[in-house]
């Protein structure tokens, strides 16, 4: 049976073909013959699905390949696996359900529909004895989801601290260096780092959900991304990169995932970050996932997270994980081990983390009092405070800065909104979470 199924190679049809499957056709013909000997046989493309078949591809894409029509693929009985990087939740999201209903090997790096849909699609994967696998929807090039699902397939993964977003990443470090918001997204972009839709990723959106499927693999936890604190890295400041960079911090985007008993804590945002962390030196396209494994202890995976070639090679190597399952008879192998279980989302006002507090204030006396007895009644405990200048006006603001000790984000929360009605505030106050990482 093996035998006869090494001789047949595998077939597979690409739906989508812009930055990540150009990457995919690529690396499939530069590393075509070492490919076919890992997957027990050859591997070959019979369709690439576009929208608009005449822009320019890359040159390892054959025009025969290329259509327009979606049944030219799911009509074919002998494509064994469909490939989507199209993106988006539809059509890919039927699409996907189609290959699998049909008994089709499914790759993806797809994290937006992996994130929504991701439960649903494993428990249809595992039923019709098929693979579902998703390595490139988190952390590009880096191998988060294969480490989680078999290397610590022994160990129960106590927290995720993850740098998870590329063009964030990119971006917060460049205008550490001095470059403004605008021009680094934009150098983003035309990297290919960032989405079709910018927002995703300055917003926290797309970070939001590669926690989420993160979560699944290292919590086995199924959860609700309406729960979760997702915050972006928009509204950062020149001058909290500068007090942090004074209290010996970098800011970073980060999703962080706790397991916390029958719930699960997930949050995404900036966040300080010591300098000497090893987060904290991951910088440009890098992601980082640190993973503390309750007997392992702390492993960290660091890599490019985004572009066409590092992505293509987390969708390559399923590709090739799929081809040989199917080869050796055994498809769905890896999707069964995948066990999910429905954990709500910790309340962010439950959470404690220690606190960047920065406020825009007048120059007046008894200002700073005012701030720490505010805190002071909520037990927001202060560790450092810092008032930078002196105002040249009598209306200037000058800015305040304050690191509290850990303490719950609602008690933080309550204390500023005490603070916010006082009339030497000059703008809203900015809240940054410490993360000791
Ligand atoms: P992209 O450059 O915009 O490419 C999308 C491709 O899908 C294009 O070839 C487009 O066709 C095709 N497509 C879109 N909608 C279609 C439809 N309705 N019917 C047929 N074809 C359609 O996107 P990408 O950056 O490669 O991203 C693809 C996926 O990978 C997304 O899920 C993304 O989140 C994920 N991802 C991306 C990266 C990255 O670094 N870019 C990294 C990890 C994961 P045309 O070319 O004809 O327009
Ligand atoms: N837009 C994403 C990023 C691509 O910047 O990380 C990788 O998923």
């Known amino acids: 049976m093996t035998q006869e199924r090494e001789k047949s190679p595998v077939r597979i049809s690409l739906l989508g073909c812009g930055t990540v499957g150009g990457g995919v056709l690529r690396l499939l013909q530069e590393n075509k013959d070492f490919l076919g000997l890992r997957a027990g046989g050859e591997i070959e493309v019979t369709h690439v699905l576009v929208k608009s078949p005449n822009k320019p591809r890359v040159a390892e894409c054959k025009k025969e390949w290329l259509t327009t029509d979606p049944e030219v693929i799911f ?16 059509p890919a999201y039927d699409y996907i359900q189609r ?61 995720v601290h993850g740098i998870l977003n590329g063009t964030c990443n990119y971006i917060l470090t460049r205008m550490r260096e001095g470059m403004s918001f605008g021009v680094a997204l934009q150098q983003a972009q035309e990297l290919g780092y960032a989405e079709a839709d910018p927002t995703l990723d300055v917003g926290g959106h797309d970070a939001a959900q590669k926690l989420v499927v993160m ?44 397991d916390r008993g029958e ?45 066409d070639m590092p992505t293509a090679v987390s969708v390559v190597a399923d590709i090739v994980d799929v081809a040989r399952s199917r080869i050796e008879g055994q498809p769905g192998l890896a999707t069964r081990g995948i066990q999910l279980k429905h954990r709500p989302v910790m309340p962010i006002e439950e959470v404690e983390t220690r606190y960047y507090l920065r406020f825009a204030v007048g120059d007046h006396p008894g200002v ?14 202060i560790e450092q405070m810092v008032q930078e200048g002196r105002a040249l006006e009598a209306d200037d603001a000058v800015p305040v800065c304050i690191i509290t000790h850990r303490c719950q984000e609602g008690a933080v929360r309550r204390a500023l909104k005490a603070i916010e009605s006082q009339v030497f505030l000059k703008g809203a106050p900015r809240i940054l979470r410490i993360e000791d990482v």
Do not use: W
Request: glycine letters at 14%; one cysteine or more.
């Open 99 to 159: 290959a699998i209903a049909a008994g089709k090997g499914v790759v993806t790096a797809n994290k937006l529909l992996i994130a929504k849909h991701g439960p649903e699609l494993v428990e249809q994967a595992i039923k019709n004895r098929t693979d579902l696998a998703f390595e490139a929807s988190v952390g590009g090039g880096i191998p988060i989801i294969r480490t989680l699902r078999e290397a610590l397939a022994s160990d129960s993964v106590a927290s």
């Open 75 to 90: 009509g074919d009985p002998r494509v064994d696996l469909v490939v989507e990087v199209m993106g988006g939740e539809q």
């Open 263 to 307: 719930r699960v804590e997930l949050r995404v945002h900036p966040a300080l970050v010591r300098k000497n962390s090893v987060l904290a030196n991951v910088d440009g396209v890098l992601n980082g996932v640190f993973v503390e494994g309750r007997a392992l202890g702390p492993c960290l995976l660091v890599g490019r997270g985004a572009g």
């Open 215 to 258: 979560s699944m693999l290292a919590f086995g936890a199924s959860v609700n991304a309406g729960e979760i604190m997702v915050e972006g890295i928009s509204e950062i400041e020149e001058v909290d990169l500068q007090f942090a960079d004074r209290f010996g911090y970098r800011i970073k985007h980060l999703g962080i995932g706790y």
């Open 368 to 381: 700073l009092g005012h701030i720490a007895s505010a805190l002071g009644a909520e037990s927001v405990s």
